[in-house]
């Protein structure tokens, strides 16, 4: 296991498509973070799944956004009707335990044209 | 007042200076501090923790941690050009479901010009 595993890379929509990222974290972590990140600014927080339970959402996340870890393993995270402002860097990282830092993986690049 | 906050940048060093990097935080029960490093185009790279008061070195960097003053900072000492990045602040706020949760800066660029 070399690390979190994001897919695709890249990604170029155009507004009004839903798009899907999925996320592999590493395998003995149960948690599972998603973040946003836009140029110029720190990660963005979006969901937290510990297992296959999510956690907690971001009030960032409108009704367009949902995430899934159905098997509490790989992560899935859906925009429906993209909108030019959903244009980021979409982040998923994962932990083994609580109070430590996070893996991120690569990151998936969105651009909503 | 924003969470985390960064001194703004950028900040440009020469080779072999000292950088010295700060942040500052708002939820005094935060337990947990967080320096990662982010190369342009990639995502961000852990570097250094820190959770309880004083320094802690490894290599090149320290992290200092001054919980009374909800402050913490990481000093890059001998810099090297290859250490030119987005250095980013994350603090792991306490309690309820927003533990393991962290809470980033906005960053602060760093340029080591040789």
């Known amino acids: 296991d070399t690390g979190v595993s994001q897919d695709p890379r890249h990604k170029i929509t155009k507004r009004g498509q839903n798009v899907t990222f999925r996320c592999d974290p590493i395998s003995e972590h149960n948690r599972l973070y998603w973040y946003r990140q836009t140029l110029g600014q720190g990660p963005e927080f979006l969901t937290y799944?510990?297992?296959?339970?999510?956690?907690?959402k971001s009030r960032l996340l409108s009704d367009r956004f949902s995430a899934e870890r159905p098997k509490g393993s790989f992560s899935t995270l859906e925009i429906q009707r993209t909108e030019q402002g959903d244009s980021a860097m979409y982040l998923c990282a994962s932990s083994f335990e609580q109070g430590v830092g996070y893996t991120f993986g690569s990151g998936t690049r969105l651009t909503v044209v | 007042q924003k969470e985390v906050e960064q001194n703004s940048g950028p900040l440009s060093v020469p080779e072999g200076a000292i950088a010295s990097l700060n942040c500052t935080y708002s939820?005094?029960?935060?337990?947990?501090f967080f320096w990662y490093r982010q190369y342009s185009g990639k995502s961000p790279e852990l570097i250094m923790s820190i959770y309880s008061n004083g320094d802690k070195e490894d290599g090149r960097f320290t992290a200092q941690l001054n919980k009374a003053s909800q402050y913490v900072s990481l000093l890059i000492r001998d810099s090297q050009p290859s250490d030119s990045a987005t250095y980013l602040c994350a603090v792991l706020r306490a309690g309820g479901t927003s533990y393991g949760k962290l809470t980033f800066g906005q960053g602060t660029i760093l340029t080591v010009h040789p």
């Open positions: 939820d005094r029960g935060s337990q947990s």
């Open positions: 799944f510990q297992n296959e339970a999510q956690l907690e």
